[in-house]
């Protein structure tokens, strides 16, 4: 099994261009995660989805973020336009639903993202 | 909570001691617990779980204490090794599951 998969692994970018974050979440998860990690505030959680539906995106900082998930291999996080405030390691992660009443987060390599 | 300020707590052992990661949750209707292991440059990695119906879970050379009365979670980790080296963070879930509420992370350092 190969994982979380993200890319890229590391963007740098000035600030006011567009940023997407990609992740390939584990295959048969139906829960995707993402996560923004930086040293000031620790490890937050920004939005997820179960099966390609957002359910909680209270996480988002503001309206320049935005996350898609368009089917259950691929999901987005997209800034626009990017700030140097939003400099953090970004993290993907998923699960998957069993009998079981609560799963294990699996988590992706990140992005490091620079925004100057 | 949120997890504020620039530096993380440390705790350095000498290699093979003991260890001992304290964690204090924040919401006393939390029901499951996960501690992470994150080396640098890398994701959290899962090292244990435990739900809000016990007290104790033992794990391969780890285990994890409960205390409800005071919020209270601790991560024991046996004979710690250089590789036991990363920063620990607790998680708590609620009854609904979905959302992980991560704390601020202790940084542990292991002496050769």
């Given amino acids: ?116 | 909570g949120e997890s504020v300020g620039l530096h993380l707590p440390t705790l350095s052992v000498q290699e093979g001691d003991n260890s001992i990661i304290n964690c204090a949750y924040s919401n006393s209707a939390s029901d499951y617990f996960i501690w992470y292991k994150q080396e640098s440059g890398k994701g959290p990695q899962f090292i244990i779980d435990i739900r809000s119906n016990m007290d104790k879970r033992q794990g391969q050379r780890v285990t994890v204490l409960l205390n409800k009365t005071v919020k209270h979670l601790s991560l024991q980790i046996a004979a710690t090794q250089p590789g036991d080296s990363a920063v620990y963070f607790c998680a708590e879930m609620g009854v609904r599951g979905g959302k992980l509420i991560f704390g601020q992370g202790t940084e542990l350092s292991v002496k050769p």
Avoid at chain 1, 22 to 39: A, E, N, V
Avoid at chain 1, 67 to 96: G, H, W
């Fill in chain 1, 1 to 116: 099994d190969a994982g979380v998969i993200q890319s890229p692994r590391h963007e740098v970018t000035e600030m006011g261009q567009e940023v997407t974050l990609r992740c390939k979440p584990i295959s048969g998860h139906d829960y995707l995660f993402w996560y923004r990690q930086t040293m000031m505030r620790g490890l937050e959680l920004l939005i997820y989805f179960n099966n390609n539906v957002p359910i909680d995106d209270s996480g988002m900082p503001e309206d320049r973020f935005s996350a898609k998930m368009p089917n259950a291999s691929f999901s987005t996080l997209k800034i626009q336009p990017s700030e140097p405030r939003d400099s953090a390691v970004y993290f993907c992660a998923s699960s998957f639903k069993s009998d079981r009443p609560y799963e294990t987060q699996y988590f992706g390599p990140g992005t490091r993202l620079l925004v100057l």
